[in-house]
């Protein structure tokens, strides 16, 4: 009787976690940001969205504890010159995936007060429209993570230079 009833209660403290991640209607990939460089308070933050919800869904900004501000950024080219600005919204259709990346749009982090360092991860919130929110977690990756990885990859030390 003591084991069915630890079950059941189990079971029914596992309910809600269940419903509340296949109630999201997003998922999230890739979710990252960079390490500021020294001096700076403002960091971007880049990932894709998948809206599984049977509508539109617009993004209408968000929140992290670590930054003042989290705004959504749009990076184009106007004037042959590459411009950064906010936009008051994103929307992403029905079963369609939206990239936030360099050079498109992507999350601005402003008024970051703590030093970022690469491998620690942060959560932040996206909030929509009228879909609910969007939580990520997302990893702190370094500036030049693909050029230390070729700097690695291209390593000599275990080479004779003798002659």
């Known amino acids: 009787m003591n084991t069915r009833l630890i079950y059941c209660f189990v079971f029914c403290l596992s309910m809600p976690f269940g ?13 990252y940001m960079r390490v500021m460089p020294p001096g700076r308070t403002a960091t971007a933050a880049y990932l894709s969205v998948t809206n599984k919800h049977d509508k539109a869904c617009s993004i209408i900004g968000g929140s992290s504890a670590m930054a003042a501000k989290l705004e959504i950024h749009q990076q184009l080219m106007s004037d042959g010159m590459m411009k950064m600005r906010p936009v008051t919204a994103v929307t992403v259709a029905a079963g369609e995936t939206l990239v936030l990346q360099p050079g498109g749009f992507h999350l601005m982090l402003l008024g970051v007060e703590t030093a970022l360092v690469a ?14 929110a969007i939580e990520i977690t997302a990893e702190v990756r370094s500036l030049f993570k693909k050029a230390a990885a070729a700097e690695k990859a291209h390593d000599h030390s275990m080479h004779d230079h003798s002659g």
């Not at 419903?19 to 890739?30: C, I, N, P, T, Y």
């Open 19 to 31: 419903l509340a991640a296949s109630a999201s209607g997003f998922s999230v990939e890739d979710a």
């Open 119 to 132: 491998g620690e991860t942060h959560d932040m919130s996206l909030q929509t429209e009228d879909c609910g």
